[in-house]
């Protein structure tokens, strides 16, 4: 954690440079215009010389923005949640519909995932071992029978 904030803390003790936000954060600075220039991160105050200067509210946002980035949320999911936390009195039943569809939709990723390795396990047990001229693997991954009755203008 930064030393600027203490786990629990509401305050930061001085103004942040983007760059000391950036390391306090883990996030590129790149990133952190980009979050910016789309409004999930407000824009911060400028100082004498123009640069960004980032308060303790910023480095909380970044935190849970990339928190969120980092459970595979999508930015429009990270914009609901923000929303949401922002209004600490509702219920948090929306906030349970998203991260239920975002499990969900991990579990079908893992579906997808767990099938593609089975396949690959075939062509994988499939394969002599002896040249490539006999791999089942380099065979499989060429073009089939159908895609062959078509000949290629050129």
């Keep these: 954690m930064h030393p600027l904030v203490a786990r629990g803390s509401s305050t930061v003790s001085e103004k942040l440079t983007i760059g000391k936000l950036a390391s306090a954060t883990g996030t590129k600075v790149e990133t952190i215009r980009y979050y910016e220039q789309i409004g999930l991160l407000p824009a911060p ?13 910023h480095l909380r946002r970044l935190s849970f923005i990339r928190r969120a980035r980092d459970l595979g949320f999508s930015i429009d999911q990270v914009r609901e949640l923000m929303a949401l936390a922002d209004r600490r009195e509702q219920s948090c039943m929306a906030v349970d519909v998203i991260a239920n569809q975002h499990r969900d939709a991990i579990t079908r990723k893992i579906a997808d995932l767990t099938a593609l390795a089975g396949e690959l396990d075939v062509l994988i047990d499939s394969c002599s071992r002896n040249t490539v001229a006999d791999c089942r693997i380099i065979e499989a991954l060429g073009p089939s029978a159908e895609v062959e009755e078509f000949p290629v203008a050129r």
């Excluded at 400028?46 to 980032?54: D, K």
């Design 45 to 57: 105050a400028r100082s004498a010389g123009n640069y960004r200067t980032y308060e303790g509210e």
